[in-house]
């Protein structure tokens, strides 16, 4: 007890919590004045903004705490591995188109595959397209969700569960598209045609072989390069990505380059012109004829070019990530900086 | 204190009275919080203390005269003198053309001001404050330091480190609580003795 007999413990708790504020310059001139109202009555509170103003006022002045900043972690604060801990590891929009793109290609199919009868499945395609697009785009977010709280957790980072993710939900969308689905073809053409059924795999195998490579696993790698990074294995980050034969990458994320994702983007461009023009030059006359066309090539340009858009972000984050490790490797140890440049 | 009845009965007796010692007590324990109050408020040192001792010998003044009505707290009337004092000095300081002091004032006085602020500081407060800066997250420490040290607002620091400004407001937010907290923490560990420069033997 002090001298008047006042108490030792703060009273009024609820004013206890302007503590912080107060001694930071955070609190409006109303709050201001009843807390130092309060400052008057309660010395457990006078003793707290007496000793938090002396740390502020050093906070504020002492340019020595900038001391306790390293080199190193003000890198990573400004580079791709200071936001692993944001939502989606600091990729939200990339990780909302990927979603998108994904979606829409299994969205699309569903109205190339219907559009040759647009008269009789019109209504259908645009209700299924639709619903498709929901849950592919759903599942898509979740996947990625479990892919970066994988690569924030600090556990093992396996792309496993995500893929596992996508793969359930494109199993479960199968299974009822081919409920409903007619099972006899649409499209009319000079060579006999797949049933619409059938016809709807076909697009989910294309989906597949579009999304994996180009808009999932870039995503997943960098998310893991990142972890590396935030952990301090900056070293192994720079040999892999300078593609060193040293360099090991980790478990279960092999790192695949730029060129051979470009490589394989253009022989499926090959592929896909051969099939498509062989297609476009058999098909028999029909009423939605042109429309069917138009799909088709909606559905080419949303694959081709959410590809490249992918493809582009990924070469662009392992540039980042590769100029991050470099620094990061330039500050922590100056005498084993390597003898190139930076891309 | 002055909130509880019995002591604020107490008190506004002793003074009533003018014993030198509740007036001592009273005085010890009001003044160094109303000088803290106008530092707060911008004032220099000088002017805080002059109207912390303007506003005691008001306070005590009217209480000896009867004006004190017990209507509300003690604490709340000796700060609403406090306010009004601070608001009279701040009006006339801008009608006799003064700025208020800035950090960034190129005024020799002024400058010296921000060192006197270091100065004030002791050489272990200086090495307690980065010692609980290390017990901080690396991105809390660094939207930190830039925004107490650098001056820099949010908006600035979220375009730095390509943050949105909602988040960097909030990891500023949550920085200076987990200070607070980490320097509550770090205060309860026992100390080792310390050189003149506040670093350990």
Same mark, same amino acid.
């Given at each position: 007890?002090?001298?008047?007999?006042?108490?030792?413990?703060?009273?009024?708790?609820?004013?206890?919590?302007?503590?912080?504020?107060?001694?930071?310059?955070?609190?409006?001139?109303?709050?201001?004045?009843?807390?130092?109202?309060?400052?008057?009555?309660?010395?457990?509170?006078?003793?707290?903004?007496?000793?938090?103003?002396?740390?502020?006022?050093?906070?504020?002045?002492?340019?020595?705490?900038?001391?306790?900043?390293?080199?190193?972690?003000?890198?990573?604060?400004?580079?791709?591995?200071?936001?692993?801990?944001?939502?989606?590891?600091?990729?939200?929009?990339?990780?909302?188109?990927?979603?998108?793109?994904?979606?829409?290609?299994?969205?699309?199919?569903?109205?190339?595959?219907?559009?040759?009868?647009?008269?009789?499945?019109?209504?259908?395609?645009?209700?299924?397209?639709?619903?498709?697009?929901?849950?592919?785009?759903?599942?898509?977010?979740?996947?990625?969700?479990?892919?970066?709280?994988?690569?924030?957790?600090?556990?093992?980072?396996?792309?496993?569960?995500?893929?596992?993710?996508?793969?359930?939900?494109?199993?479960?969308?199968?299974?009822?598209?081919?409920?409903?689905?007619?099972?006899?073809?649409?499209?009319?053409?000079?060579?006999?045609?797949?049933?619409?059924?059938?016809?709807?795999?076909?697009?989910?195998?294309?989906?597949?072989?579009?999304?994996?490579?180009?808009?999932?696993?870039?995503?997943?790698?960098?998310?893991?390069?990142?972890?590396?990074?935030?952990?301090?294995?900056?070293?192994?980050?720079?040999?892999?990505?300078?593609?060193?034969?040293?360099?090991?990458?980790?478990?279960?994320?092999?790192?695949?380059?730029?060129?051979?994702?470009?490589?394989?983007?253009?022989?499926?461009?090959?592929?896909?012109?051969?099939?498509?023009?062989?297609?476009?030059?058999?098909?028999?006359?029909?009423?939605?004829?042109?429309?069917?066309?138009?799909?088709?090539?909606?559905?080419?340009?949303?694959?081709?070019?959410?590809?490249?858009?992918?493809?582009?972000?990924?070469?662009?984050?392992?540039?980042?990530?590769?100029?991050?490790?470099?620094?990061?490797?330039?500050?922590?140890?100056?005498?084993?900086?390597?003898?190139?440049?930076?891309? | 204190?002055?909130?509880?009845?019995?002591?604020?009965?107490?008190?506004?007796?002793?003074?009533?009275?003018?014993?030198?010692?509740?007036?001592?007590?009273?005085?010890?324990?009001?003044?160094?919080?109303?000088?803290?109050?106008?530092?707060?408020?911008?004032?220099?040192?000088?002017?805080?203390?002059?109207?912390? $001792?303007? %506003? =005691? /010998?008001?306070?005590?003044?009217?209480?000896? !005269?009867? @004006?004190?009505?017990?209507?509300?707290? &003690? +604490?709340?009337?000796?700060?609403?003198?406090?306010?009004?004092?601070?608001?009279?000095?701040?009006?006339?300081?801008?009608?006799? $053309?003064? %700025? =208020? /002091?800035?950090?960034?004032?190129?005024?020799? !006085?002024? @400058?010296?001001?921000?060192?006197?602020? &270091? +100065?004030?500081?002791?050489?272990?407060?200086?090495?307690?404050?980065?010692?609980?800066?290390?017990?901080?997250?690396?991105?809390?420490?660094?939207? =930190?330091?830039?925004?107490?040290?650098?001056?820099?607002?949010?908006?600035?620091?979220?375009?730095?480190?390509?943050?949105?400004?909602?988040?960097?407001?909030?990891?500023?937010?949550?920085?200076?609580?987990?200070?607070?907290?980490?320097?509550?923490?770090?205060?309860?560990?026992?100390?080792?003795?310390?050189?003149?420069?506040?670093?350990?033997?």
């Amino acid at each position: 007890m002090n001298t008047f007999g006042f108490p030792q413990q703060c009273v009024a708790p609820r004013l206890a919590e302007f503590v912080t504020p107060y001694c930071f310059g955070d609190i409006s001139q109303v709050e201001r004045e009843a807390f130092e109202q309060h400052l008057l009555e309660c010395d457990y509170c006078w003793t707290e903004v007496q000793r938090l103003a002396d740390c502020v006022k050093v906070l504020r002045s002492d340019p020595s705490v900038t001391s306790t900043v390293s080199a190193g972690e003000l890198i990573g604060a400004l580079g791709l591995s200071g936001r692993l801990d944001e939502r989606f590891a600091g990729h939200f929009k990339h990780v909302l188109l990927v979603s998108t793109a994904f979606a829409l290609f299994f969205a699309v199919a569903v109205f190339v595959e219907l559009a040759y009868q647009f008269d009789r499945f019109g209504q259908l395609a645009t209700l299924l397209a639709s619903l498709t697009w929901l849950w592919i785009f759903v599942t898509s977010l979740i996947a990625c969700r479990v892919d970066t709280k994988g690569a924030q957790s600090g556990g093992a980072l396996t792309v496993a569960r995500p893929l596992a993710v996508l793969f359930s939900s494109t199993v479960l969308l199968c299974g009822v598209m081919m409920v409903i689905l007619p099972s006899t073809p649409t499209v009319v053409a000079a060579f006999q045609t797949f049933p619409v059924t059938l016809g709807f795999l076909k697009a989910v195998f294309f989906a597949w072989l579009f999304g994996l490579p180009f808009l999932f696993w870039p995503l997943h790698f960098v998310l893991s390069m990142q972890r590396e990074l935030a952990s301090g294995r900056h070293r192994g980050v720079l040999k892999l990505l300078t593609h060193s034969q040293e360099a090991l990458p980790p478990r279960d994320t092999p790192y695949v380059r730029v060129w051979v994702l470009f490589v394989f983007l253009a022989a499926l461009s090959l592929l896909n012109y051969a099939s498509v023009s062989h297609l476009f030059d058999n098909l028999l006359p029909g009423a939605y004829k042109t429309l069917f066309m138009a799909l088709v090539m909606l559905r080419i340009t949303i694959l081709f070019g959410s590809s490249a858009l992918g493809l582009w972000w990924y070469a662009r984050a392992l540039t980042e990530l590769k100029r991050e490790a470099f620094a990061m490797q330039t500050f922590a140890e100056p005498e084993s900086t390597p003898h190139r440049s930076v891309q | 204190m002055l909130g509880d009845d019995t002591a604020q009965l107490a008190l506004l007796t002793g003074i009533q009275r003018g014993d030198p010692q509740v007036l001592t007590a009273f005085d010890a324990r009001v003044r160094p919080r109303l000088i803290a109050f106008g530092l707060k408020r911008g004032l220099q040192r000088q002017d805080a203390e002059d109207v912390a $001792q303007d %506003t =005691l /010998v008001a306070a005590i003044r009217q209480i000896q !005269e009867g @004006k004190f009505e017990n209507r509300g707290t &003690l +604490a709340a009337w000796t700060g609403s003198i406090f306010s009004r004092r601070v608001n009279d000095f701040l009006r006339k300081q801008y009608r006799d $053309q003064r %700025t =208020l /002091v800035h950090f960034e004032s190129t005024d020799p !006085e002024i @400058k010296s001001a921000a060192l006197q602020l &270091l +100065a004030d500081t002791t050489a272990e407060t200086q090495f307690f404050v980065r010692e609980v800066l290390k017990a901080l997250p690396s991105r809390e420490r660094i939207v =930190l330091i830039l925004n107490l040290l650098d001056g820099r607002p949010a908006h600035e620091i979220a375009q730095m480190l390509r943050l949105g400004i909602k988040a960097t407001e909030a990891i500023l937010t949550s920085a200076k609580k987990q200070f607070r907290q980490l320097a509550n923490e770090v205060q309860e560990k026992p100390r080792p003795k310390r050189l003149s420069n506040g670093e350990p033997l």
